[in-house]
């Protein structure tokens, strides 16, 4: 698997005689990143400084790009085809991991976040907004797109539509617990555990009353989560015939009810959620599930937000920032999946610090 055959299919936005190699100027920007490079002075910076490194592998015929060459090609490469080869990487490089070639069986997470500091001059509460796929076995990122409009439950089912979902299952918050999301997840062969609230009317109403009086049969805790004890209960139970029909709802063929009772010090605080489901799953299995999906705040925003300080980026004009926050969840990836026993943070540093550290983990895309 070598990254170059995966991110040749971009199109190359610059003039027939531009002097660097697009392959290696997002080569150089990768391992950038994954040593802490935060905006394209940073790469220009690490390219300079790693030159004699990078030319062992890199041919570099007109030297290091600047840092203009790193922004103007940020601005202007096509977001969608460097997702779309992205994703088309992931999948592979996650094949790799687990051995099995698809996601089944798998959680996949879908989440919208935004880039508080990437907005355009005098748009500050309009900033970025990105939907991410994140497989919740593996703690890959799978695919990226950006909400637009910053609508993120467009933003979510047009990156649904791009992922392949054969018999995976996918959860998703509230916002997206709705036919639109649940018809496009099935049209991709794949089932769903989407959450449900009051703004669904008549299905919410209707599956509160239909649990109303079924008792828990599974229970997960006690847990310490963020210095507070947590036990989660889970009741489970098959729709009445038709329903799928008379809500409109595709593939509708249970419902759960959780039950999460939170202590902190002497505080004690109960929340019940309710879920819809398009298989009957074990009171386990919804738990299992449920807990999996918080995986995409935990192992994927907040990391991005203080170890890569995502919400700080400045990067903004055109389709810079988009792209660069990819190169991140790509760096993210690829820590993740290295079997070193210490935190983000300190791959990152190790990286930057140990250059056989870090031709190691390239040699991962390899």
Same mark, same amino acid.
């Given at each position: 698997?070598?990254?170059?055959? /995966?991110?040749?299919?971009?199109? !190359?936005?610059?003039?027939?005689?531009?002097?660097?190699?697009?392959?290696?100027?997002?080569?150089?920007?990768?391992?950038?990143?994954?040593?802490?490079?935060?905006?394209?002075?940073?790469?220009? +910076?690490?390219?300079?400084?790693?030159?004699?490194?990078?030319?062992?592998?890199?041919?570099?015929?007109?030297?290091?790009?600047?840092?203009?060459?790193?922004?103007?090609?940020?601005?202007?490469?096509?977001?969608?085809? /460097?997702?779309?080869?992205?994703?088309?990487?992931?999948?592979?490089?996650?094949?790799?991991?687990?051995?099995?070639?698809?996601? =089944?069986?798998?959680?996949?997470?879908?989440?919208?976040?935004?880039?508080?500091?990437?907005?355009?001059?005098?748009?500050?509460?309009?900033?970025?907004?990105?939907?991410?796929?994140?497989?919740?076995? !593996?703690?890959?990122?799978?695919?990226?797109?950006?909400?637009?409009?910053? !609508?993120?439950?467009?933003?979510?089912?047009?990156?649904?539509?791009?992922?392949?979902?054969?018999?995976?299952?996918?959860?998703?918050?509230?916002?997206?617990?709705?036919?639109?999301?649940?018809?496009?997840?099935?049209?991709?062969?794949?089932?769903?555990?989407?959450?449900?609230?009051?703004?669904?009317?008549?299905?919410?109403?209707?599956?509160?009353?239909?649990?109303?009086?079924?008792? =828990?049969?599974?229970?997960?805790?006690p847990q310490l989560e963020h210095g507070r004890i947590e036990t989660r209960q889970a009741a489970v139970l098959a729709v009445p015939d038709g329903w799928d029909q008379k809500f409109?709802?595709?593939?509708?063929?249970?419902?759960?009810?959780?039950?999460?009772?939170?202590?902190?010090?002497?505080?004690?605080?109960?929340?019940?959620?309710? /879920?819809?489901?398009?298989?009957?799953?074990?009171?386990?299995?919804?738990?299992?599930?449920?807990?999996?999906?918080?995986?995409?705040?935990?192992?994927?925003?907040?990391?991005? +937000?203080?170890? /890569?300080?995502?919400?700080?980026?400045?990067?903004?004009?055109?389709?810079?920032?988009?792209?660069?926050?990819?190169?991140?969840?790509?760096?993210? !990836?690829?820590?993740?999946? +290295?079997?070193?026993?210490?935190?983000?943070?300190?791959?990152?540093?190790?990286?930057?610090?140990?250059?056989?550290?870090?031709?190691?983990?390239?040699?991962?895309?390899?």
């Amino acid at each position: 698997m070598d990254f170059g055959s /995966f991110f040749a299919s971009v199109p !190359n936005p610059r003039a027939a005689n531009a002097r660097h190699d697009l392959c290696e100027v997002l080569l150089i920007s990768f391992a950038a990143v994954l040593c802490g490079a935060e905006n394209c002075q940073d790469m220009a +910076d690490f390219g300079e400084a790693k030159e004699s490194s990078l030319r062992k592998f890199l041919r570099l015929r007109h030297g290091i790009p600047s840092h203009d060459t790193f922004s103007r090609i940020f601005r202007v490469l096509d977001p969608v085809a /460097f997702e779309t080869a992205f994703r088309r990487f992931m999948a592979a490089f996650a094949a790799r991991l687990s051995g099995v070639v698809g996601m =089944a069986g798998q959680v996949i997470a879908i989440d919208g976040k935004s880039l508080s500091g990437a907005f355009e001059a005098g748009a500050r509460a309009t900033p970025l907004h990105l939907v991410t796929a994140w497989g919740a076995g !593996n703690r890959l990122v799978l695919g990226q797109c950006r909400a637009p409009g910053r !609508n993120e439950i467009k933003g979510a089912l047009e990156l649904v539509a791009m992922l392949d979902l054969e018999d995976a299952t996918v959860t998703a918050d509230a916002l997206h617990g709705n036919r639109k999301m649940a018809k496009a997840i099935r049209e991709r062969d794949g089932h769903y555990v989407l959450a449900l609230k009051g703004n669904r009317g008549p299905l919410y109403h209707e599956t509160v009353k239909l649990l109303e009086n079924v008792a =828990a049969d599974t229970i997960d805790g006690p847990q310490l989560e963020h210095g507070r004890i947590e036990t989660r209960q889970a009741a489970v139970l098959a729709v009445p015939d038709g329903w799928d029909q008379k809500f409109k709802f595709n593939g509708l063929a249970a419902v759960a009810r959780v039950d999460a009772v939170r202590r902190l010090a002497n505080a004690e605080e109960c929340q019940t959620r309710y /879920f819809v489901l398009s298989r009957m799953l074990p009171a386990a299995d919804v738990l299992a599930t449920v807990r999996a999906h918080w995986g995409i705040e935990n192992s994927q925003h907040w990391v991005l +937000d203080v170890v /890569f300080n995502e919400d700080l980026a400045r990067s903004r004009k055109d389709n810079a920032a988009q792209n660069i926050a990819l190169l991140r969840r790509l760096a993210l !990836n690829l820590l993740q999946s +290295d079997g070193l026993k210490v935190s983000i943070r300190r791959k990152i540093k190790r990286a930057g610090w140990v250059e056989d550290y870090l031709f190691t983990l390239l040699a991962q895309m390899r």
